[in-house]
Nanobody, 125 residues
Framework: HVQLVESGGGSVQAGGSLSLTCTLS????????MSWYRQSPGSTNECELV?????????YYADSVKGRFTISQDNTKNAGALQMTNLRPEDTAMYYC??????????????????WGQGTQVTVS
């Protein structure tokens, strides 16, 4: 059973740091393409793309997090990460990782790109 699980969220004061991890179980990533999104509390808007990386070129960061957040992926560990520093109250949101690569499941089937985790809450006060 494939699962993409975010962890590392929590509550911090403004200026603090958190490191989010996105761990895949039950399969392996087909590539190095991952995104992090967030949805602010009470927002009815679509999730905001925070950061994206692929196996080619420089990562993308939303202007609001540029210079403060760093995205990475370690396929040897089947995991991705989002390092967040100098956090601000406006960073408060539910954070989701999304595999932009396909996933090879342990039982042999293939999941196309677009698999989401369940989210982890980040609260900055």
């Amino acid at each position: 059973h494939v699962q993409l699980v975010e962890s590392g969220g929590g509550s911090v004061q403004a200026g603090g740091s958190l490191s989010l991890t996105c761990t895949l179980s039950g399969g392996t990533f087909a590539g190095s393409d991952m995104s992090w999104y967030r949805q602010s509390p009470g927002s009815t808007n679509e999730c905001e793309l925070v950061a994206h990386m692929s196996g080619v070129g420089s990562p993308y960061y939303a202007d609001s997090v540029k210079g403060r957040f760093t995205i990475s992926q370690d396929n040897t560990k089947n995991a991705g990460a989002l390092q967040m520093t100098n956090l601000r109250p406006e960073d408060t949101a539910m954070y989701y990782c999304k595999s932009e690569s396909g996933i090879y499941c342990s039982e042999g089937r293939y999941i196309p790109p677009g698999y989401w985790g369940q989210g982890t809450q980040v609260t900055v006060s």
